[in-house]
């Protein structure tokens, strides 16, 4: 593993972003576009449905997500909580670091500064997506037996 170092006003080629963190990026801000819909539509509640709680009744892990987020545009912590804990937890945590990769990105693009960028092995990355789905598919059967 390479160490890097913080480097003021750098030049060469800019490293691109990955492709994962513009895709996360996108679902977030898609995320929060909806809730923000779904808060303006007033009583018709504008959203997308979810197909398994439209075929089964059964809320699946995201079940809830654009309320939760709604409810944060609202600064409704406690009503957030309550539409999905999960999500709640695990997007600032995802954010923050999608957030920092944009921030490195962009002040290298524009030569100010050189930040490490986050470069996770292919063996954390599947690690994380193997917990990230466990902890989902436990937290989905959990939600259900109520």
């Excluded at 809830?64 to 957030?80: F, P």
């Excluded at 986050?118 to 917990?131: F, G, M």
Aim: glycine residues 10%; positive net charge; charged residues 10%.
């Amino acid at each position: 593993m390479t160490q890097q170092a913080v480097v003021l006003r750098p030049s060469g080629p800019v490293e691109p972003l990955d492709r994962r963190v513009l895709g996360l990026a996108a679902v977030g801000v898609g995320g929060f576009a909806l809730a923000a819909i779904y808060q303006l539509s007033g009583s018709r509640h504008l959203g997308i449905p979810c197909l398994l709680h439209a075929t089964t009744g059964l809320n699946c892990p995201f079940c809830g997500a654009t309320r939760m987020a709604a409810a944060l545009l609202q600064g409704d912590l406690n009503a957030a909580w309550h539409f999905n804990p999960v999500v709640l937890v695990l997007g600032p945590l995802i954010g923050v670091a999608v957030g920092y990769q944009f921030l490195a990105w962009a002040l290298e693009r524009v030569r100010l500064i050189k930040l490490p960028r986050l470069r996770p092995s292919p063996r954390a990355v599947d690690w994380a997506i193997k917990a990230l789905a466990v902890l989902l598919l436990v937290y989905g059967v959990a939600r259900n037996l109520n």
